[in-house]
């Protein structure tokens, strides 16, 4: 029950999150944004880089098929229905309605490859969900291989025949650099113990949380420095 709790509090961040996510602002503009265009995402649904899909429940999805890369440590650890090996999607040509990539493209050494096999599952006219980091520290060594501005990632999913319905920057003030910091604290001072860990995040963390919550809402946002991307786009109903 604690477990499941923590676990809420870590992608869906409420009040009280504050004081337990060392990663709140980031969770907490991808959650909102996620829940803002989760209706968009239905039918048969394509979780690529699922991992525990965190946000499934949001969206209308009347099948939802989670993808990850087969290695030992995703087998043990993620919520994946499908492994594959980390080119080729195991499915059919336009068998999904919808496809979300949640902080997970970042990771693709090939990203037009990537977003081929994106394009070759999902349907015409079907919906792509994106969450991708435009500020963020090296995650997931060696796999962590890129970062896109608004601008890259518009033209590359448009040079693959998406088209960018919604774009948005989630976390776009003052708490890029307060997320930046307790990231920076948490990296620093994380133990072995996940009870240790929310007392130091509690003790550690949670003040610049606070702060930041709190400048955040006083000064002006600025849209040239922000934390992910947040697509919304849709394949082409024919091509060309």
Request: charged fraction near 25%; proline fraction near 6%; include cysteine.
């Amino acid at each position: 029950m604690l477990k499941s709790l923590y676990e809420e509090a870590q992608f869906r961040p409420g009040p009280l999150s504050v004081f337990v996510n060392p990663f709140y602002f980031a969770r907490k503009g991808l959650y909102r944004h996620i829940r803002a265009l989760a209706a968009e995402i239905r039918g048969k649904t394509l979780d690529v880089g699922c991992g525990r899909k965190p946000y499934e429940s949001l969206f209308p999805s009347s099948e939802y098929v989670g993808l990850e890369i087969d290695t030992p440590e995703n087998r043990k650890h993620k919520k994946a229905d499908v492994f594959y090996d980390g080119t080729v999607f195991p499915f059919a040509e336009a068998e999904f309605d919808s496809v979300v990539v949640n902080e997970v493209f970042e990771h693709a050494f090939d990203p037009d490859g990537f977003l081929s096999e994106v394009h070759r599952v999902l349907k015409p006219g079907g919906a792509l969900l994106m969450t991708v980091p435009f500020v963020w520290d090296e995650h997931e060594a060696p796999r962590d291989y890129a970062r896109y501005s608004s601008f890259g990632l518009s033209a590359i999913l448009q040079r693959h025949d998406f088209q960018v319905v919604v774009l948005r920057k989630s976390v776009d003030d003052i708490r890029v650099v307060f997320q930046l910091l307790t990231g920076y604290i948490y990296k620093k001072t994380v133990t072995r113990s996940p009870l240790i860990n929310i007392l130091l995040t509690l003790l550690l963390i949670a003040p610049f949380n606070l702060l930041g919550e709190i400048l955040g809402i006083i000064l002006p946002r600025n849209g040239d420095l922000y934390l992910d991307n947040v697509v919304l786009a849709r394949k082409a109903r024919t091509s060309g």
